[in-house]
């Protein structure tokens, strides 16, 4: 029971399977956001594992970008969902089905 | 007993992302993801990377999903208990997510073998500070990352600009 870079690996995989199905089979696109972010995390994750096994601090100040632009992406993606709900209230994205309205 | 934190931390944040996505009330959701941030940034403590840890617990679990929160709030969905939690295309989902795990899991059956890379900026001096520590990462951020790092704080100009156009409400039309 050691902790090998084959655990963290399938961790990883298994939290990025995780959360794309979560954004394929979800409809509200504040959770298919979240979902992203799950993803978002288990690359963070295999980043860092790659970082402690090599012994390289370069994996970290990638996993350190990663987060950088989930929040850039959070940001611009909530703006999105606001400029949307006040033209249609809800966050169904079976509900947008027009491109301008 | 480091290997059985590491294995109750796997074990916990992979439950809490499964109940993340499947939870029907969004709030729920939200905290299911809290816990899995959480539990990463444990994991990054076990794999000695406690300044990236303090940034996980700081930005994602203190303003990334706080902001998801607020927006949720804001929007305040009625019904959204109601609807269905998934659309119909669900079991692709499934067979998407799984197949896609799957990859990677029997891509990574095989033990790795890699060469140690020669750290940038030479390891070589005595006192080489640990690797996740916070020395450790400003140098790389303000040596060979210098520019990623500066070109990551025009993205987040732009974004916090283009959060304030996109929600900021129209003007009447004229």
């Known amino acids: 029971m050691t902790i090998s870079m084959n655990t963290i690996l399938g961790l990883s995989a298994l939290l990025f399977g995780i959360g794309m199905f979560g954004f394929l089979a979800r409809r509200n696109i504040?959770?298919?956001?979240?979902s992203v972010e799950v993803m978002l995390n288990a690359v963070n994750l295999s980043l860092v594992g790659f970082s402690w096994h090599m012994e390289d601090p370069r994996g970290q100040v990638l996993a350190l970008f990663v987060i950088a632009v989930a929040a850039a992406e959070a940001g611009i993606g909530l703006g999105l969902v606001i400029a949307l709900n006040r033209n249609k209230p809800g966050a169904g994205v079976g509900d947008l089905t027009e491109l301008k309205w | 007993m480091q290997e059985a934190t590491f294995y109750y931390l796997a074990a916990a944040s992979v439950a809490s992302a499964f109940f993340a996505v499947t939870r029907?009330?969004?709030?729920h959701s939200m905290l299911w993801v809290l816990a899995l941030f959480l539990h990463v940034a444990g994991i990054f403590l076990i794999l000695g990377a406690e300044f990236l840890a303090a940034?996980?617990?700081i930005v994602y679990a203190g303003a990334?999903?706080?902001?998801y929160l607020f927006v949720l709030m804001l929007l305040d969905l009625p019904g959204e208990e109601a609807r269905p939690r998934f659309g119909v295309h669900?079991?692709?989902?499934v067979v998407a997510g799984l197949s896609l795990g799957a990859l990677a899991?029997?891509?990574?059956?095989?033990?790795l073998v890699i060469e140690k890379a020669a750290v940038a900026g030479g390891g070589a001096a005595a006192d080489t500070p640990e690797l996740g520590?916070?020395?450790n990462l400003g140098t790389q951020l303000f040596g060979p990352f210098a520019l990623p790092f500066e070109m990551a704080s025009l993205l987040l100009l732009a974004a916090i600009i283009g959060a304030v156009v996109?929600?900021?409400k129209r003007a009447p039309a004229s």
């Open chain 2, 24 to 27: 029907r009330n969004p709030v």
């Open chain 2, 64 to 67: 990334i999903l706080i902001f």
């Open chain 2, 105 to 111: 899991w029997l891509a990574q059956m095989e033990p």
């Open chain 2, 133 to 135: 520590s916070l020395e």
């Open chain 2, 166 to 168: 996109l929600a900021k």
């Open chain 2, 55 to 57: 940034v996980q617990v």
């Open chain 1, 30 to 34: 504040i959770l298919m956001f979240i």
């Open chain 2, 90 to 93: 669900w079991p692709f989902a």
